[in-house]
């Protein structure tokens, strides 16, 4: 089968400092993937980079849908069908829970539109009852539902979330995971990146461990979840 995302040997330096260090991995149709690490491994500058947030790669290839995407414009990459929830969330909390949603619609029909506005109230109730309130008003947990509803309204092929589960309370953690999966079952591909490796390797299929800039394993989410050191490093277990 054929890899919906596919990067190969991507470095990116900021500046003098070497962020990524020929970072590889893959999202096939259907799966969620999971890449996990410590903080400052890489794991924020391995999406943004996919996004075309950071501009030039230092070297390396990014595949979606079979065509290079590195080089392209974050709105092209959108446009194609890349959509990703950024750490810390970026609504515009001026603007109300409905108007958020539908920026996140800007490249589409009106009517199209509304009936995924619809399909995104359907998923999220809470937002449907908030949706004339002013995003920076809502909880931490109600902004990042809406996050995902915003990038649920481009119509993604992929799905790329930066730690969706941050700040949040455990109940909530629950609620965001159940929808991921949700969302996944509707035949969106997840790319999930979580500090809270637990439950991040309960839902996904497969899963990359990065440090410091490096892919040090990359096996199936049951199998890393049973690997000794990734119990040690990062499920909090010895
Ligand atoms: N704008 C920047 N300028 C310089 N260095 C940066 C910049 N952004 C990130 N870095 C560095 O790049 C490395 C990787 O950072 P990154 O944000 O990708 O880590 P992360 O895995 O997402 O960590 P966390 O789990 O804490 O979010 C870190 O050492 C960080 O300090
Ligand atoms: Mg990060």
């Given at each position: 089968?054929t890899n919906?995302?596919?990067?190969?040997?991507?470095?990116?330096?900021?500046?003098?400092?070497?962020?990524?260090k020929g970072v590889?991995?893959?999202?096939?149709?259907g799966?969620?993937?999971t890449?996990?690490?410590?903080?400052?491994a890489?794991?924020?500058?391995t999406?943004r980079?996919?996004?075309?947030?950071?501009?030039?790669?230092?070297?390396?290839e990014?595949?979606?849908?079979?065509?290079?995407?590195?080089?392209?414009?974050?709105?092209?990459?959108?446009?194609?069908?890349?959509?990703?929830?950024?750490?810390g969330?970026?609504?515009?909390g001026?603007?109300?829970?409905r108007e958020?949603?539908?920026?996140?619609a800007?490249?589409?029909s009106p009517?199209?539109?509304?009936?995924?506005?619809?399909?995104v109230?359907?998923?999220?109730?809470?937002?449907?009852?908030?949706?004339?309130?002013r995003a920076?008003?809502?909880?931490?947990?109600?902004?990042?539902?809406?996050?995902?509803?915003?990038?649920?309204?481009?119509?993604?092929r992929l799905?790329?979330?930066?730690?969706p589960?941050?700040?949040l309370?455990?109940?909530?953690?629950?609620?965001?995971f159940?929808?991921?999966?949700k969302?996944?079952?509707?035949?969106?591909?997840v790319?999930?990146?979580?500090?809270?490796?637990n439950v991040a390797?309960k839902?996904?299929?497969?899963?990359?461990?990065?440090?410091?800039?490096?892919i040090?394993?990359?096996?199936?989410?049951?199998?890393?979840?049973s690997?000794?050191?990734?119990?040690?490093?990062?499920?909090?277990?010895s």
């Amino acid at each position: 089968m054929t890899n919906l995302l596919e990067v190969k040997n991507l470095h990116f330096h900021y500046g003098k400092i070497h962020a990524l260090k020929g970072v590889s991995l893959e999202v096939r149709e259907g799966e969620i993937v999971t890449l996990i690490g410590g903080n400052g491994a890489g794991k924020t500058t391995t999406l943004r980079a996919i996004s075309g947030l950071l501009g030039k790669i230092t070297s390396g290839e990014i595949r979606f849908l079979g065509e290079r995407i590195d080089g392209l414009k974050p709105h092209v990459i959108a446009s194609r069908g890349l959509a990703q929830c950024l750490e810390g969330r970026h609504i515009f909390g001026n603007l109300t829970v409905r108007e958020n949603l539908n920026m996140g619609a800007y490249l589409r029909s009106p009517k199209e539109a509304t009936h995924d506005l619809e399909h995104v109230y359907t998923l999220f109730p809470r937002l449907y009852e908030r949706r004339d309130q002013r995003a920076g008003t809502l909880s931490g947990g109600e902004q990042q539902m809406l996050a995902v509803g915003r990038a649920l309204m481009q119509k993604p092929r992929l799905i790329m979330m930066d730690e969706p589960s941050l700040g949040l309370a455990p109940k909530v953690i629950q609620d965001i995971f159940s929808i991921i999966k949700k969302i996944n079952a509707e035949g969106i591909p997840v790319l999930l990146v979580e500090q809270n490796s637990n439950v991040a390797l309960k839902i996904a299929n497969r899963g990359y461990v990065i440090e410091m800039g490096e892919i040090v394993m990359a096996d199936s989410a049951e199998r890393l979840r049973s690997d000794e050191a990734v119990k040690k490093s990062y499920l909090g277990m010895s």
